[in-house]
């Protein structure tokens, strides 16, 4: 059974830095596009960055200059290094991952329990 596991979040004031973290586990043939979402309280999820297995990164307007979103395929863990950080970053921040589960098959879609950041002062 494959899982997405998050790490990294919590309160950090304005103008700091956090990393997230999140590891796949179980058993899969490979990882497709990785990448982080956020969800404000009250608001639907949106996209903040996603990078292929290839390594190219995608970024949201809104985080751009500000975020870096990068992996370890090795380690089948992506990362989102958050700096500068605003109040209007506070979210829950989930992971995603497209992963197919044998190399016959398409990628299926993974999502983390989420992992919450307050940037607060």
């Known amino acids: 059974q494959v899982q997405l596991v998050e790490s990294g979040g919590g309160l950090v004031q304005p103008g700091g830095s956090l990393r997230l973290s999140c590891a796949a586990s179980g058993s899969f043939s490979s990882i497709r596009t990785m990448g982080w979402y956020q969800q404000a309280l009250g608001k639907q999820r949106e996209l903040v960055a996603t990078?292929?297995?290839?390594?190219?990164?995608y970024y949201a307007d809104s985080v751009k200059g500000r975020f870096t979103i990068s992996r370890d395929n090795d380690k089948n863990t992506v990362y989102l290094q958050m700096n500068s950080l605003k109040a209007e970053d506070t979210a829950v921040y989930y992971c995603?991952?497209?992963?197919?589960?044998?190399?016959?098959?398409?990628?299926?879609?993974?999502w983390g329990q989420g992992t919450q950041v307050t940037v607060s002062s």
């Open positions: 990078i292929t297995a290839g390594g190219r990164p």
């Open positions: 995603n991952a497209d992963i197919a589960l044998w190399s016959w098959t398409l990628p299926v879609d993974y």
